[in-house]
């Protein structure tokens, strides 16, 4: 039995934008996805999901991948978090050169599904790590970053950037613009995060960004806008010393890039009441910026904040079902067992 767990991460900055080629920061956060593989003697996959929490239900499932567990939740999301171990288990097979490998397979999560915290990006590198390191086949994490994009890539109908996959992997902060990813420095920021309970449908997040930016010029400006911004800010990281905490002015200024970027994700319609309510509690609290994280439409807000206060104000917020400290995941993608 291989098993690998992999971080699910934040956007600083850059969501949405980065599917149109401008740069984009994710950084890794201290909550992971684990996916255990063993090998059988036949071609069958069969999966056992635990925990995967969607919107306050659990499922406990046991099956091949064909079957879907019969549970009363939104059924994209569980079909999602299927479809995402089924592309995992296809590009493991294809990197070990055994299209006929079969697998037990489970999967636990403590990152909320489709909530903005790239649960689908750690499962399916999770996944690919530890198949392919069952079947005595394990890749470098170049490769392995670039199958769990394919994989995302195929499950998401082509509407995926680099950035989930890339962070995941790498863990800590990481900078994407296109098909260029790098580990970048970056201090150990005090990132808070609010979750709504509820999720975002990536695929239809992104498909609505892309018919306005088609539709308007100043929709297509504010991506390149988005871009700018992301320009800005890793100026900023660049400057900073990445082993010291982060001075407070540099707080300051990331944080109210944080805000502009909150401000144009909404203006491409991104944004939910939910996801503003919890942005407005953490900066009427004094978190230094908030913005909404990942595809949007529901799941989390991510704010800085050093003081406890963010989080407390996020806690008796309506509407916030969880807030929690989001501490930096400096590694990426790690056996956990072999
Ligand atoms: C989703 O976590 C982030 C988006 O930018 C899509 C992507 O980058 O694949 C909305």
Request: charged share 25%.
């Amino acid at each position: 039995m291989t098993v690998c767990e992999a971080p699910g991460k934040v956007y600083l900055f850059g969501e949405h934008a980065v599917v149109y080629g401008e740069p984009a920061v994710p950084a890794a956060i201290e909550r992971r996805a684990t996916v255990a593989a063993e090998p059988r003697d036949d071609d069958h996959v069969r999966v056992e999901a635990q925990d995967l929490s969607l919107d306050g239900f659990t499922v406990e499932y046991a099956g091949g991948t064909g079957d879907r567990p019969d549970v009363d939740v939104p059924r994209p999301l569980v079909e999602a978090a299927m479809g995402y171990v089924d592309a995992a288990v296809e590009q493991a097979r294809d990197a070990a050169d055994a299209p006929d490998a079969g697998f037990d397979i489970t999967v636990e999560s403590d990152i909320p599904l489709g909530a903005g915290l790239g649960s689908s990006a750690a499962v399916v590198v999770a996944g690919i790590d530890a198949a392919t390191r069952a079947l005595g086949e394990p890749l470098g994490r170049r490769e392995l970053a670039e199958r769990a994009y394919r994989a995302e890539y195929e499950v998401q109908d082509g509407q995926a950037s680099r950035a989930d996959t890339f962070c995941s992997t790498m863990g800590g902060a990481v900078r994407v613009e296109g098909d260029d990813c790098d580990p970048i420095d970056a201090p150990n920021l005090p990132f808070v995060v609010g979750f709504d309970g509820g999720a975002g449908d990536t695929g239809e997040l992104v498909a609505g960004v892309r018919e306005l930016r088609a539709e308007h010029e100043f929709a297509a400006d504010t991506v390149e806008s988005i871009g700018d911004l992301v320009r800005t800010g890793e100026d900023l990281l660049a400057e900073a010393d990445a082993d010291a905490d982060p001075e407070p002015a540099l707080l300051a200024e990331l944080g109210e890039l944080m805000d502009f970027n909150h401000g144009l994700l909404a203006a491409l319609g991104v944004s939910a009441r939910s996801l503003d309510a919890m942005v407005w509690a953490a900066r009427d609290a004094g978190a230094h910026g908030a913005k909404l994280t990942g595809a949007g439409g529901g799941g989390c807000v991510v704010a800085l904040d050093e003081s406890d206060a963010t989080e407390t104000a996020l806690s008796f917020t309506q509407g916030c079902e969880e807030a929690f400290r989001a501490e930096l995941a400096t590694e990426g993608v790690r056996v956990v067992d072999s």
